[in-house]
Nanobody, 124 residues
Framework: LQLVESGGGSVHPGGSLRLSCKHS????????MAWVRQVPGKEREAVAT???????MFADSVKGRFTLSKDNARNTLYLQMNNLKPEDTATYYC???????????????????WGQGTQVSVSS
């Protein structure tokens, strides 16, 4: 399974960005995708998950500001990030695996498939 992220960049606080994660075709019956962010020197943090049947979960830190959508025809998961804050600055990774239980509380290290990451910077 291959994952390719795109869409990072630099914005001012309050701005918006949309990240994309395109995955190679998969036959996984319980395909779970996650957006995980990491700041140097800090633990990785899962901020959103998209599971089987489109079940979505968000970390409290982004709830109400980030949304998920998926274009199955394009095998692409989108993370729409609105009202960005400086504390959202991080490298964002797309991760995936075959999990029946797809929850944002799942530890990032449990995912076996990762994209290359895309940088998001929020500053004034």
């Amino acid at each position: 399974l291959q994952l390719v992220e795109s869409g990072g960049g630099s914005v001012h606080p309050g701005g918006s960005l949309r990240l994309s994660c395109k995955h190679s075709p998969t036959t996984y019956s319980s395909f779970c995708m996650a957006w995980v962010r990491q700041v140097p020197g800090k633990e990785r943090e899962a901020v959103a998950t998209f599971g089987k049947d489109g079940y979505k979960m968000f970390a409290d830190s982004v709830k109400g500001r980030f949304t998920l959508s998926k274009d199955n025809a394009r095998n692409t998961l989108y993370l729409q990030m609105n009202n960005l804050k400086p504390e959202d600055t991080a490298t964002y990774y797309c991760a995936a695996d075959n999990f029946v239980v797809c929850r944002v509380s799942r530890l990032p290290q449990e995912y076996n498939y990762w994209g290359q990451g895309t940088q998001v910077s929020v500053s004034s």
